[in-house]
């Protein structure tokens, strides 16, 4: 087992680490921007390191400084949360060649997985559905446009790099298509460095569910079931859950073994999510694999009893899973609401300042993963989550009750922030009887319309 660990990274997903680590007895570093100073959890830290000023491009994205960082702190191992380098296979393979473990998959699954028309190639080779598309990488209009005829509109215009929604265009006509095609090219490449874009056959009102996988170096590959994502503004998850609600056993068995063959055929250990679309006939596709732990990681803890992050770093060390598939049953129903420093009656304006008071909700089942805390200031720089408030319950019915009375009692003076619109949402008929898709929230919630 290590003896020190690097922790890459900021906030909620740092603090995340350190508590692992210390019931681990691993001595933890961390490093921090000038923004970032004087955070409590840096305190909890055996060491911290400034790395550079606020912007992330100049701090948590400067591969050098962190290195320095870990040389200097005398490392074994770094951790890279999510965002920032967490899936960047040259940070993995630089850390690599310094003689640092990267605590993540190695950087061949991580370049062949993270490039979505490859993984798609995997997924076909695995025997896993994948939405109706393109073959390969669209190369021009006509190409766009003779595929299109061929599944059928509408279409999907992706992004083979990156994520969150940037490169993405939905498209209903021929002269549609070809608009977006250039904007979907256009914005991943200013966003990925990555032009590449494929198509797929558009899934109407289509749910978002994930499988948690971990996978270790003795050929091992287990499942820890799934997570509801569907609750969604602008492609980014506000609300998920697991077990997802409605989803038939035979349903959700063929996705969690469709997963593992995945992950089996690329070679894969650490942690990793595969996740899939489902249409209105509980259909599953593939869309992609995330190479790394998520924010959302609690809700498969708190219905599993596995603690992710631990084992990821004991996966990352050489030791085998502690547990085999028939070991993991998950129990009740959890949900997690990611708490962001945004004013929802703005069109979710970022609101970064002065925490002047903060009160955490507490009680049987209610978990609040957050490094802010009254005092703290929340900087303009980074993703605006201040916190994930997490319950676990029995039922899905207790569950959503509890969530309530959390937000209700999370008092969080001096910002807005959106729980009082997660209230909304778990309060909506829709919501209640599991009928979200990835539209819900904007057609329904943000444009009043009740179809």
Known sequence: MYKRILIANRGEIALRIIRACKELGIETVCVYSTADRGAQYLDLADEAYCIGPPKGMQSYLKIDQIISAAEVGNVEAIHPGYGFLAENSHFNEVCRSCKIDFIGPTPEAMDSLGDKNRARDMARAAKVPVVPGSAGLIEDEEEAVRTAREIGFPVLIKATAGGGGKGMRVAGNELALKTALQQAKAEAQAAFGNGGVYLEKFIERPRHVEVQMIADHHGNVVHLYERECSTQRRHQKLIE???????????????????????????????????????????????????????????????????????????????????????????????????????????????????????????????????????????????????????????????????????????????????????????????????????????????????
């Open 241 to 451: 859950e697991s077990p997802a609600p409605r989803l038939p056993a035979e349903r959700r068995e063929a996705m969690c073994q469709a997963a593992v063959r995945l992950l089996k055929q690329a070679g894969y250990t650490n942690a990793g999510t595969v996740e899939f679309i489902v249409d209105q006939e509980n259909n599953f596709y593939f869309i992609e694999v995330n190479a790394r732990i998520q924010v959302e990681h609690p809700v498969t803890e708190m219905v599993t009893g596995v603690d992710l992050i631990k084992t990821q770093i004991m996966v990352a060390a050489g030791e085998k899973l502690p547990f085999t598939q028939e070991d993991i049953k998950p129990r009740g129903a959890a949900i997690e609401c990611r708490i962001n420093a945004e004013n929802p009656d703005k069109g979710f304006q970022p609101c970064p300042g002065l925490i002047k008071q903060m009160y955490i909700p507490g009680g049987l089942g209610v978990r609040f993963d957050s490094h802010a805390h009254a005092g703290y200031s929340v900087p303009p720089y980074y993703d605006s989550m201040i916190g994930k408030l997490i319950v676990h319950k029995p039922t899905r019915e207790e569950a959503i009750a509890c969530m309530i009375r959390a937000l209700d009692e999370l008092r969080v003076e001096g910002i807005k922030t959106t729980a009082p619109f997660h209230k909304k949402v778990l309060s909506h008929a829709v919501f209640v009887d599991g009928m979200v898709d990835t539209g819900f929230v904007e057609r329904v919630l943000l444009a009043g319309d009740h179809s």
